[in-house]
């Protein structure tokens, strides 16, 4: 699967998505319009290897709701996730079996280097 789950109105994502530059085979999901399903989730947390490594902790309701005060469990993480977009770590690349999650640089370098070699 080559995929990018992303936020249209997400500034980061948008500029991550020219610098990344994907060839037309990869699809693009805007996570905002087209919510990600059980299915899609449990196929990223298999790729990355825990709900929680997906799960963005800078997220506003993340602060509004307190979290940070709660211990999560990786049902928990899922569930969040599942409830509202902005709980998923973005952009989510997913190059065959290789994942890449958030928008750090070196994140970004090693999908980028992943996608064009």
């Not at 109105?9 to 060839?23: A, G, M, Q, W």
């Not at 790729?47 to 993340?62: K, V």
């Not at 994942?99 to 070699?117: C, P, Y």
Request: charged share 30%; aromatic share 10%.
């Amino acid at each position: 699967m080559k995929k990018i789950y992303y936020v249209s109105t997400c500034s980061t994502c948008v500029r991550i998505l020219k610098e990344l530059d994907l060839p037309s085979e990869f699809v693009k999901q805007d996570i905002k319009n087209e919510e990600l399903t059980v299915k899609q989730l449990e196929e990223l947390k298999n790729l990355a290897g825990s709900y929680e490594a997906l799960f963005s902790r800078r997220a506003t309701l993340y602060k509004e709701r307190n979290l940070k005060n709660e211990t999560l469990t990786e049902e928990d993480y899922k569930r969040f996730i599942l409830e509202h977009y902005t709980f998923l770590q973005r952009p989510v690349v997913v190059n065959g079996s290789e994942i890449f999650v958030g928008n750090s640089k070196k994140t970004v370098e090693a999908a980028k280097k992943s996608i064009h070699g």
